[in-house]
């Protein structure tokens, strides 16, 4: 997909001298002209507040505002538009549930399984359910090569369970998980399942019904949107038995001096003024990546990793976590060389153009599990090609010889 790279000017530069080969997708995305020009155009020609006007440019503000409702229900395969929430992204959308659909559903004695490879968006806000609660928070364990081990799933989801909450794609060890099997489990046991979508959605087509999943959030900066909007997708029952948890204008229905009720959903949880540009840009990075086709862009990420993966793991004293096998992962790959400090194997890829990330990566139990402090991170998206990952294998191996020799 090259010709892709067209769209994405910030791709067009030199870092230290090098041509910029941008590996660091996982955490977030660039941005094609395209979402660039979609919300130039919104401040440019629609700027106002939604929902509240008459006048003309509050009615086109507020038509394309609602317009991108329908278009993540369809992305999604929500079966309505009214189930679609907008968030800040993935980490208040899983804060949402904990906060409003578990403190009203959860009492003491009940569990909430998670795995040990979630990022801390899908970790924290249960840790914190369970204290307030006194619910039990239970760890699914992992396969040797990183995958979920069903097994232990099967163990770990007990009737006293309440809540499942897994991510679909692992943003370190590359696995997607099979939720829709988690999912059977869950709900033979009587428990909801809400799935982390961060890292799957961008890379592949999403069917929340196919998944069997209750709750699914995604954030729009890691699928070229911009930062700072996200979906919080949820089954309307479920949505409409939740309580709002941010009060004042636009979510209000009525408001009287000692009482006030409240919008449906999804209004209900949309109180003050929205990100409205960020929703027009979402609706155009929607467009963009069904224009390629979700398939496209999963066979072509597949393609690289086919070709990269095989040649890292060539490479002397590179440790690569999650599953070897390039069918069985995304296009992540979180990796330690010889016994250098990621940090510092960053700083050196930097130096050659090459854009990775190090550390935790957001996932401390994950690390203790792997036995290792951080990880480096390389992570592919739709307009990287063959050839960017032939700088990273090119990169990683100076790297190696820079600090064994001091040449580069």
């Known amino acids: 997909m090259s010709s892709y790279v067209e769209d994405f000017p910030i791709l067009k530069q030199k870092v230290n001298d090098e041509p910029l080969v941008y590996l660091d997708n996982a955490a977030t995305t660039q941005k094609p002209r395209a979402v660039v020009d979609a919300i130039t155009n919104y401040y440019y020609h629609d700027n106002a507040n939604v929902h509240r006007g008459v006048h003309t440019l509050a009615e086109r503000a507020t038509e394309a505002f609602e317009a991108v409702r329908t278009k993540a229900a369809h992305f999604i395969n929500a079966p309505s538009k009214d189930e679609i929430i907008y968030t800040k992204g993935t980490t208040e959308g899983l804060n949402w549930i904990a906060a409003s659909y578990g403190q009203t559903h959860v009492k003491a004695g009940d569990e909430i399984v998670i795995s040990y490879m979630e990022h801390h968006s899908n970790l924290v806000p249960w840790q914190q359910l369970a204290k307030k609660t006194g619910a039990k928070l239970k760890y699914i364990e992992l396969q040797a090569d990183g995958q979920l081990d069903i097994?232990?799933?099967?163990?770990?989801?007990?009737?006293?369970?309440?809540?499942?909450?897994?991510?679909?794609?692992?943003?370190?060890?590359g696995v997607v998980n099979p939720i829709s099997e988690i999912a059977k489990i869950a709900h033979q046991h009587g428990a909801i399942m809400v799935a982390d979508g961060a890292q799957s959605t961008p890379?592949?087509?999403i069917d929340v019904q196919a998944l069997g999943v209750d709750f699914f959030a995604f954030s729009g900066h890691k699928l070229m949107a911009p930062t700072g909007i996200g979906i919080l997708w949820g089954k309307s029952e479920l949505l409409d038995d939740m309580p709002p948890l941010e009060f004042g204008g636009e979510m209000i229905d009525w408001v009287q001096l000692q009482e006030t009720t409240f919008k449906k959903s999804p209004w209900k949880f949309e109180g003050g003024t929205q990100n409205i540009a960020g929703v027009v840009g979402l609706g155009a990075a929607i467009d963009y990546l069904e224009q390629i086709g979700m398939d496209n862009i999963q066979k072509h990420e597949q393609e690289v990793i086919n070709a990269v993966l095989p040649e890292l793991q060539q490479i002397t004293g590179l440790t690569i976590y999650g599953p070897q096998e390039a069918q069985k992962r995304t296009g992540v790959i979180s990796f330690n060389l010889d016994k250098l400090h990621p940090h510092d194997v960053?700083?050196?890829?930097?130096?050659?153009?090459?854009a990775v990330r190090a550390g935790h990566h957001c996932a401390q139990p994950l690390m203790e599990y792997l036995n290792v402090s951080a990880t480096a991170r390389a992570s592919f998206y739709l307009y990287n090609t063959l050839e960017d990952g032939k700088r990273l294998v090119e990169g990683i191996k100076a790297t190696k010889e820079f600090f064994k020799n001091g040449t580069i």
């Open 203 to 205: 890379h592949m087509k």
């Open 346 to 354: 960053a700083t050196a890829l930097d130096m050659e153009g090459i």
């Open 151 to 173: 097994e232990s799933a099967q163990r770990q989801i007990t009737d006293k369970t309440a809540i499942v909450s897994l991510t679909h794609a692992s943003n370190v060890l």
